[in-house]
């Protein structure tokens, strides 16, 4: 039965349109399953700014034909118009022949109602996995970021988590322009992943915490040479960035943070080093606060270099200085 629009929760599947008997049976089954809220609304009683403060995980829409059909179309296409609505997938009820209509509509996924609720619940299933994991990842790298994160911080021990960071980006990304600093940002990440996956193939993770900031999780006997590794790639690979006249020079001159004009050096590359061999975590938040703290000491330090904190839980102190480890060349 229909329901007041207000009274759809934020995490709840959206069924549109005239729903076939089946088809209620299925979705009601699948959110039951899913623990999501279910409610049913004509297509007409779903105005897209409402919908936005909505924002449910799933739409279902029973598309049949005629006007009805059109009014779908022109529904799906608003929403994946919209920034914020675009990435909500929306799933047509249609028969088999109208599959490639339907995708070409801008539909992400067909139930056909001829397949089984096997099928339909497979295909419902699919596309909130791939909403969910599309929406941790940042949309500049595709690595994984924030909640993903922090998952993975959960679920790994023993492990280094290791925070990266780009020196002097912002500068640079006011002289060349967003286009290129966002391309320096990928490079980074697949630096990042490349340096990873060469010494930790099978127990590694990359995340993307935003902008220049990204932080990967790796063995603890495996941090060093992987940190080396990355910083001696950034040094070969960031200089490429710049004009022959700014390379050649090794700086260029542009405004600081402060809106002083200065020499402003080269790009590197800083990463900060926790581990839990010395170190006892409760929440990822504290690894996230501790490898932010190591960071910050690593970019006071010229060119591109990696520090790990060398305390322990028992002589850390608000006055303790983090020390510099390096691997011998």
């Known amino acids: 039965d229909a329901v007041g629009a207000f009274a759809i929760p934020a995490d709840g599947l959206l069924a549109i349109g005239a729903l076939a008997p089946e088809l209620g049976a299925q979705l009601a089954d699948f959110a039951r399953r899913r623990g999501l809220g279910l409610s049913a609304l004509a297509l007409e009683a779903v105005p897209p ?6 924002t449910p995980q799933l739409v279902v829409i029973a598309a049949g034909a005629g006007s009805d059909g059109a009014a779908a179309t022109r529904f799906i296409a608003s929403m994946k118009r919209d920034a914020i609505l675009q990435s909500i997938p929306v799933l047509v009820w249609a028969p088999e022949q109208a599959v490639a209509d339907w995708l070409g509509a801008g539909a992400d996924d067909v139930l056909a109602e001829e397949r089984s609720a096997s099928e339909v619940r497979a295909r ?14 940042n949309p500049s790298t595709r690595l994984p970021g924030g909640e993903a994160i922090s998952a993975a911080i959960a ?21 060349y322009g967003y286009a ?6 990928r490079a980074v990440g697949r630096l990042l992943v490349q340096s990873v996956y060469a010494h930790a193939p099978d127990r590694g993770f990359v995340g993307h ?3 220049d900031d990204f932080l990967f999780l790796v063995p603890v006997d495996r941090a060093p040479v992987i940190c080396e590794a990355a910083v001696r790639e950034a040094d070969r690979l960031l200089p490429e960035r710049y ?8 700086y260029f001159f ?9 020499r402003v050096p080269l790009m590197t590359l800083s990463i900060g080093v926790v581990t839990t061999d010395r170190r006892s975590f409760v929440h990822p938040a504290q690894v996230s606060e501790l490898a932010t703290e190591m960071k910050t000491y690593a970019k006071t330090l010229p060119g591109s270099v990696w520090v790990a904190d060398r305390r322990s839980d028992v002589t850390a102190s608000p006055s303790s200085q983090p020390m510099r480890e390096e691997m011998s060349p």
């Open 49 to 54: 700014a409402w919908l936005r403060e909505v």
């Open 254 to 262: 542009g405004k600081d943070r402060r809106g002083r004009l200065d």
């Open 180 to 185: 290129e600093g966002d391309d320096v940002i």
């Open 209 to 211: 915490i935003g902008g």
């Open 243 to 250: 004009s022959a006249q700014d390379r050649q020079a090794g």
């Open 124 to 137: 419902l299933s699919a596309a909130l996995r791939r909403s969910q994991r599309d929406l941790q990842a």
């Open 155 to 175: 679920e790994r021990e023993p492990f280094a988590a290791c925070y990266a960071d780009l020196d002097h980006f912002k500068e640079f990304n006011d002289r």
